[in-house]
């Protein structure tokens, strides 16, 4: 079974904090990079940071020094700390593997978890 399930999202002020978590099938998540996405009102997904199966990562220039990706190998689990946050982080936050994964010729997504920053 193909299943992606963010949760963690919610509201935050300016220079707050959140943590998000994706529980992922493991058909989705062993052995794969895996990464967290977000999407803005009006503006297309972007990949903000991504992890290897063995650790590696990387950042968006915009999120890089805020945001922390890792993964629990063992949980099926990725998880994207958020630190002093902006209000430009608003978004509806997604996790998905590198690239994301295809159910026939289209992309699959979970229902992701909105995050929005007050100023």
């Known amino acids: 079974q193909v299943q992606l399930v963010e949760s963690g999202g919610g509201l935050v002020q300016a220079g707050g904090s959140l943590t998000l978590s994706c529980a992922a099938s493991?058909?989705?998540?062993?052995?794969?990079?895996m990464g967290w996405y977000r999407q803005a009102p009006g503006k297309q997904r972007e990949l903000v940071a991504s992890?290897?199966?063995?650790?590696?990562?990387n950042y968006a220039d915009s999120v890089k020094g805020r945001f922390t990706i890792s993964r629990d190998n063992a949980k099926n689990t990725v998880y994207l700390q958020m630190n002093s946050l902006k209000v430009e982080d608003t978004a509806v936050y997604y996790c998905?593997?590198?690239?994301?994964?295809?159910?026939?010729?289209?992309?699959?997504w979970g229902q992701g978890t909105q995050v929005t920053v007050s100023s």
């Open positions: 493991g058909s989705i998540f062993s052995f794969k990079p």
């Open positions: 998905n593997a590198i690239p994301a994964v295809l159910i026939g010729i289209k992309s699959y």
């Open positions: 992890i290897t199966n063995g650790g590696s990562t």
